[in-house]
């Protein structure tokens, strides 16, 4: 062991050289040093980035904020490390290209420092977290006055728009109430990515022809890329990010360069090699039946192209984590006090297009069960095999969106959640394993609330609920066809589990709620531009191709170029 794996120097002020931080990062760029000249493939490279470099790198930087210079120094070591150096490639482009899990270095510090003192609070009394959020809310955040992870953390924040209030409230440009006290990392990870995301070409480009260029999607753009091979991936991200320089743009710093095109002497830019160059025109014509190249070239995806983050999509997220909660009508909760048995009540959850997030929608339903005893349970059912017709005795109380992040996990906790906080002395039938176990883990004690783990906010108001520990809650298999169920009971049950189901995919899917169909409308446009921009991939890809062939044939023969009069 060595002195600096024992933890991070708390120095704030004064010479760098007395921290070991400076040797972290020399020690990184080392290790960068080695993957650039190492034979791995793009996945390898990056797997080795966040598995080694990474680490050394950040580590002890959320007691600190680390400059600017230093960030962009660090991107651009990583950029040559995996692509070798390209001096016309802008690597915060790049970085947007090469891979989903692969985060920018600037946003990874942010989003390390978010994490760091969301632990600390979570473990500190509260005395100590009023301290820090006073310290954090106060600071100036400008980098001459750091003096510890508070004031680091204001910092940090500000690089994406975001405060923070004396009570642990973000405030953000997101319409979203978002709290570091009580969201999961996960959630304000999601939410910090959309901000680093806003007026990306603005911030990180100089090229002027990307000024004002939507924002493209970081997520969806990665992944759309990674559908193609190692070496064609990291053409096609070259391509995007400017790493093949042209003749034109050669000529401005270069005299004695003419900045024609190499192949037909027309004047060498972007647009000319992908829309243009008549000695490519063969490759031009076999897309032409996938690639609107009006279209194209209205979208100006010569000069980058990806998968544009739709304009409204930032007041669809806000509608949906301000959906009204549902309700447990007062008649029913009176019906279940006074009944004298214990009602039973069925939830499910269902969630449309889950790949396809933030995109997918989520809704959830709770069905109350009038029967009195098992064995009307077990008449119903056995009703049900000769007349096909849903027991009457299954009612529904209320089928909703699902407030917050639209996933079926949540979709069911929430559906939970709510009967545990409304109602008591009933009998809870859910066919969500991992939802029953946190009801569960919060009636022994046992419930493990984190920063760390997911739905962090249902997990608190659980812990909180006025019904937990009088709930009881079943496990339902899911999906059971009522008809191959043989004990009548059972049968009974699959049939409440599966009125819940149908309800909560109705309600997934009904595109006369606003906020279901604007979300609808956005999920289309989003596979439109999957669609069209895998098409342009390929086409670029072939193009690249198709001009080196050419190039190395014009040097084998020694040919010239031809001549533009031919055209």
């Known amino acids: 062991m060595k002195a600096k794996d024992l933890g991070t120097p708390m120095v ?34 990056v797997h080795q980035i966040r598995a080694s470099v990474y680490p050394v ?27 070798h150096k390209i001096p016309s490639m802008n690597s915060a482009i790049a970085f947007q290209l090469i891979d989903e899990h692969l985060l920018d270095p600037a946003l990874f510090a942010i989003l390390l420092s978010i994490k760091m003192a969301q632990r600390f609070l979570h473990n500190s009394p509260p005395e100590e977290r009023q301290n820090f959020l006073t310290i954090a809310a106060t600071a100036k955040g400008n980098t001459g ?73 970081h997520r969806l753009t990665t992944r759309a890329l990674k559908k193609f091979p190692g070496a064609t991936h990291v053409r096609l991200v070259r391509e995007l990010a400017g790493g093949f320089q042209t003749k034109e743009q050669q000529s401005k710093w270069d005299t004695q360069v003419s900045g024609q095109c190499e192949l037909c002497q027309f004047e060498d830019s972007r647009y000319h090699r992908i829309f243009e160059c008549p000695a490519t025109q063969s490759v031009r ?3 032409t039946s996938v690639c609107n190249f009006d279209q194209l070239v209205e979208a100006e995806w010569h000069e980058t192209a990806g998968i544009m983050i739709p304009r409204l999509q930032g007041l669809a997220q806000a509608l949906v984590h301000n959906l009204p909660e549902p309700e447990v009508p007062i008649f029913v909760q009176q019906h279940v006090v006074h009944s004298g048995t214990r009602v039973a009540f069925y939830t499910d959850g269902s969630c449309q297009c889950p790949e396809q997030m933030p995109f997918s929608t989520a809704a959830s339903a709770l069905i109350m069960d009038l029967c009195q005893s098992d064995s009307e349970r077990i008449w119903q059912a056995n009703n ?20 917050g992040e639209q996933s079926i996990h949540r979709a069911e906790l929430h559906a939970l959640v709510k009967a545990c ?46 019904g937990l520990h009088q709930v009881r809650v079943c496990k339902i298999k899911a999906h059971l066809s009522p008809e191959l169920v043989a004990d009548p009971l059972l049968r009974y049950h699959t049939l409440g589990n599966q009125l819940a189901n149908d309800w909560a995919q109705r309600r997934s899917l009904d595109q ?46 020694g040919d010239e170029p031809i001549p533009s009069s031919a055209f």
């Open 12 to 45: 704030y002020q004064g010479r760098a050289g007395t921290s070991m931080l400076p040797d972290r990062e020399s020690e990184a760029v080392q290790r960068l040093q080695r993957i650039e000249w190492s034979c791995r493939s793009l996945h390898d490279k």
């Open 57 to 83: 790198a950040f580590h002890g930087t959320e007691v600190g904020v680390i400059a600017t210079h230093q960030l962009d120094n660090l991107r651009n070591q990583i950029v040559q490390a995996v692509f």
């Open 145 to 217: 006055h750091i003096w510890g992870p508070a004031t680091a953390l204001k910092a940090n924040l500000l690089r994406i728009g975001w405060g923070v209030s004396r009570d642990g409230m973000i405030t953000s440009p997101h319409l979203i109430p978002l709290s570091l006290l009580h969201d999961s990392f996960a959630k304000l990870q999601r939410f910090a990515k959309a901000s680093w995301e806003v007026d990306f070409f603005l911030h990180y480009t100089q090229r002027k022809n990307l000024r004002g260029y939507p924002d493209i999607s």
């Open 285 to 287: 014509a076999r897309f």
């Open 384 to 403: 049900w095999l000769s007349t096909r017709t849903m027991p009457q005795s299954l009612v529904r109380i209320w089928t909703a969106q699902c407030p």
């Open 421 to 466: 906080e409304q109602l008591s002395q009933v009998d809870l039938f859910s066919d969500c394993q991992n939802a029953i176990d946190a009801v569960h883990k919060a009636q022994l004690g046992t419930l493990r609330v984190h920063p760390d783990e997911d739905h962090l906010d249902l997990l608190r108001r659980l812990q909180q609920a006025p």
């Open 512 to 557: 006369h709620d606003p906020v279901n169909a604007e979300l609808l409308m956005q999920m289309r446009d989003v596979r439109q531009q999957r669609s069209d921009l895998d098409a342009f991939l390929q086409y670029v890809a072939a193009l690249q191709l198709e001009r080196q062939t050419q190039l190395d044939l014009q040097k084998l023969t």
